[in-house]
């Protein structure tokens, strides 16, 4: 097994010792896990979710003596989900002669237990980085995550925690009204080339006015549960792209109908952008897995961004996912799966390892929770 912590050729040359401090990249993962998700704890292999759909309709005007009335409408049927969890792994090695001619080195232990990196800056920051890759593929799988790869060259991160999200809802038709496998397009106005540069190019910007009208729809066409569930309780997820045009939207300046409003968020900026009171989650790993896809290879188109009718392309790149928070599951037997990791020295092999063990699952409850679209040219 190769070193988790790896020296890139020629950039650590050593010239004695000096001032020397380990520059973290940033990594961020888009979600909120414990705010946008429902989280069911302590399931080892299988969590079964019992649903009762709503009971309407059963009132009628009074028969008379007898045990039914003569309007005897039908009651509900209970219906059962289940979350079932893969057993996840991290499993990492890092010797100490990676960097012995760096000057890293110069913060390792002496003598005998210089191999032992246990309390070193270097541990530290392999302990960083484990954890942000753990949350980061957590976030990836919740969403993308396939069970089974039919693309070349699989991906087998993608692998890791069974089916996402994204399959678990095309699997189950969840869209237009519960008989779609496919976000709703919406026809933005782009066509042909500069469509396919917007609409079907990850990282493609959209106009305000596209962004306008993609939100709008998918508020506007939600199944009537959803639009009764409070707006706290609720949460559009959508494509980076589509986040920040709606923050361009709300910032707009030195254009007509531009309010103080927009010049004040302008300069100030805002933490967390809402629709109509629904907070909008910009989902970045998102891009990471459509441009993947995009390739043919790593991973399968999802069904959600295949859009047959899209003069650009079959797969699109700018989306929204509006749905419950409760309606979305996560079955694990951790709270917090980046905790749970262990580095141990051995001895013997002069190695340090990283460990870290989990169950993760994903699941969604009811279709009539959920709506989505996509823009198309």
């Known amino acids: 097994m190769a070193n988790v912590a790896l020296q890139a050729a020629g950039t650590l040359a050593y010239n004695g010792t000096y001032a020397s401090k380990i520059l973290l990249e940033p990594m961020f993962h888009s979600d909120d896990i414990m705010r946008n998700y429902t989280i069911y704890p302590n399931v080892k292999y299988k969590q079964n979710i019992v649903m ?29 989900k289940q979350i079932v969890v893969s057993n ?21 232990r002496n003598g005998i237990n210089m191999p032992d990196l246990t309390g070193t800056e270097l541990a530290q920051v392999i ?18 995550g396939e069970a089974t790869i039919t693309a070349g060259s699989a991906d087998c991160t993608y692998q890791s925690m069974g089916d996402g999200l994204w399959l678990q809802m095309a699997t189950g038709t969840a869209f237009q009204a519960g008989t779609s496998a496919n976000l709703t397009p919406v026809t933005g106005g782009l066509t042909t080339t500069a469509a396919t540069a917007a609409y079907a190019t990850v990282g493609g910007l959209i106009s305000v006015a596209d962004v306008t009208l993609l939100l709008e729809n998918v508020f506007s066409t939600a199944p009537s549960a959803l639009q009764q569930v409070p707006a706290a309780e609720k949460r559009m997820f959508v494509t980076p792209n589509v986040y920040n045009a709606w923050y361009s939207a709300l910032t ?25 009171g629904i907070e909008l989650v910009p989902m970045y790993e998102w891009d990471v897995a459509l441009a993947l896809a995009a390739t043919g290879a790593g991973i399968d188109l999802s069904a959600l961004f295949t859009q047959a009718g899209a003069t650009t392309t079959t797969q699109t790149t700018n989306g929204v996912i509006y749905t419950a928070s409760a309606n979305l599951m996560i079955g694990t037997d951790v709270s917090a799966p980046e905790n749970e990791m262990k580095m141990i020295y051995d001895e013997v092999s002069d190695n340090m390892y990283i460990r870290a063990g989990f169950t993760m699952g994903f699941q969604y409850g009811w279709n009539s929770l959920v709506n989505g679209a996509t823009l198309i040219g």
């Open 127 to 144: 302990v960083d980085r484990v954890r942000s890759g753990i949350s980061s593929d957590m976030v990836r799988n919740m969403w993308a």
């Open 52 to 80: 009762a759909p709503k009971l309407a309709g059963i009132t009628a005007v009074n028969s008379g003596c007898g045990t039914a009335n003569t309007c005897d409408p039908a009651g509900f049927s209970v219906i059962q």
């Open 252 to 276: 707009a300046v030195a254009v007509s109908g531009a309010v103080d409003y927009g010049h004040s968020e302008a300069q100030a900026g805002k933490g967390r952008l809402f629709f109509r």
């Open 88 to 108: 996840v792994s991290v499993k990492q090695v890092q010797c100490w002669d990676e960097f012995k001619d760096s000057v890293i080195v110069e913060s390792y």
